[in-house]
């Protein structure tokens, strides 16, 4: 398991090739949302509007990820699978190509 944090803005790439993007973190104290886009290519877009913490999304058939805290304009968002699927914020990219 892994949790980054992640704003607006901000996104994770899953094995080389599914993109998930924070696209808004909002909503009042008690009660945080966020909404997530994942976008593979070759599919429809998928937009997770509203998350709260708690609230689960099967990403692949072993990544599974799970929003596990919202605080002010950040999310963290857990990734639940193997050792062998890469998972990389996506500002590290150009470092590891």
């Not at 593979?40 to 990820?65: F, S, W, Y």
């Not at 799970?66 to 304009?73: D, E, L």
């Not at 998972?87 to 150009?94: D, S, V």
Request: net charge neutral; hydrophobic share 45%.
């Amino acid at each position: 398991m892994l949790v980054l944090a992640r704003r607006a803005g901000e996104s994770v790439e899953v094995n080389n090739s599914i993109r998930l993007n924070a696209l808004d973190v909002y909503g009042p104290w008690h009660s945080p949302r966020a909404t997530l886009d994942i976008v593979e290519p070759g599919k429809e877009n998928i937009r997770l509007h509203g998350m709260a913490v708690g609230e689960e999304h099967q990403l692949t058939d072993n990544c599974r990820i799970k929003i596990v805290r919202i605080v002010g304009r950040q999310v963290g968002i857990l990734f639940d699978a193997p050792k062998e699927v890469a998972i990389w914020r996506t500002e590290l990219l150009p470092l590891i190509n």
